[in-house]
Nanobody
């Protein structure tokens, strides 16, 4: 299984970025997909998740209303549209996959994931 995240970069506060994560080696339509991030000196944290059907979506509170997760099963790709970026969004963003249902991510989302990509760096300057 390979998860390849892309789309990161250096941007100013207030602008938008769209991250993509291309998956291979798995039956994408049967996997719950998630985005996580790890800021310098901090632990990895959950950002967003989308169920295999795309009908159920979770966001962490700090990104609700600004970030949108989506997936294209035909392209084996999950996206994270990030609007109104803030300096505190600076982090390495990782995509991850699990063949467990999205409900398993409610309590321990990091532990629920089976596969991880290498991450893409997002830096937001003030």
């Amino acid at each position: 299984v390979q998860l390849q995240a892309s789309g990161g970069g250096l941007v100013q506060a207030g602008v938008s970025l769209r991250l993509s994560c291309a998956a291979s080696g798995l039956t994408f339509s049967t996997y719950t997909m998630g985005w996580f991030r790890q800021a310098p000196g901090k632990e990895r944290e959950f950002v967003s998740a989308i169920s295999l059907s795309g009908e159920i979506i979770y966001y962490t509170a700090s990104v609700k209303g600004r970030f949108t997760i989506s997936k294209n099963n035909a392209k084996n790709t999950v996206y994270l549209q990030m609007n109104s970026l803030k300096p505190e969004d600076t982090a390495v963003y990782y995509c991850a996959a699990t063949d467990n249902g999205i409900a398993t991510m409610r309590t321990k989302p990091i532990e629920a994931m089976d596969y991880w990509g290498k991450g893409t760096l997002v830096t937001v300057s003030s």
